[in-house]
């Protein structure tokens, strides 16, 4: 009988010791490594870096199922009312220029409704604004994600 984690021989009994969730026979000097089977409680714990558990767990976005959904920025109502106020227009104005309601923008810029990517587009068209949070395939561009781009980095990205 040969020990698994050394090679040497075991001369009387080996002992067998698991290790993460495995048996193995091992000589004395070896069965410190694990724990001895007789002992092991039958749900074998996996050990986990301490590191790894107290990491918060990030879901990571159902892109399958929202691919062409972009997500609005959370002050959209906020941000369209500004823009409607610095153009003038009244909710009715705007309502009849997108061919719109104006109960159903009334209900978007109080943030009671998220507008749909048509009705958020024509906003975006009218006022001039974003409404979507930069990123994505759109992180590209100037002025979008973690770092500013210079200009050669887009005259790089335009030669590829
Ligand atoms: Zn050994």
């Known amino acids: 009988m040969q020990c698994e984690i050394c090679g040497a021989d ?3 009994a080996s002992t067998r010791i698991t290790i993460d969730g495995s048996a193995l026979e091992v000589c004395k000097s070896c069965a410190r490594f694990g724990k001895q089977e007789d002992k092991f409680s039958p ?19 159902p892109r399958d199922s929202f691919q062409d959904l972009k997500e609005v920025v959370p002050e959209y ?7 409607r106020d610095s153009l003038g ?3 009715e104005e705007l309502a009849d220029r997108l061919k719109e309601k104006a109960s159903l ?3 978007i ?5 998220v507008p749909e990517d048509e009705i958020r587009k024509k906003l975006e068209k009218e006022l001039k604004i974003k ?11 100037p002025g979008a994600g973690t ?14």
Do not use: C, N, Y
Request: proline fraction near 8%; glycine fraction near 10%; hydrophobic fraction near 35%.
């Open 10 to 12: 075991i001369p009387g």
């Open 43 to 61: 749900v074998p714990r996996k050990i986990v870096p301490a590191e790894r558990a107290f990491r918060p767990v990030r879901k990571p976005k």
């Open 77 to 83: 109502g906020h941000k369209i009312k500004e823009a």
């Open 89 to 91: 227009l009244s909710l």
């Open 105 to 107: 923008l009334r209900k």
């Open 109 to 113: 810029e109080r943030e009671e409704l």
């Open 131 to 141: 409404l979507i949070e930069e990123g994505g395939a759109e992180r590209w561009k």
């Open 147 to 160: 770092r500013g781009l210079t200009l050669g980095d887009i005259a790089s990205i335009k030669k590829r």
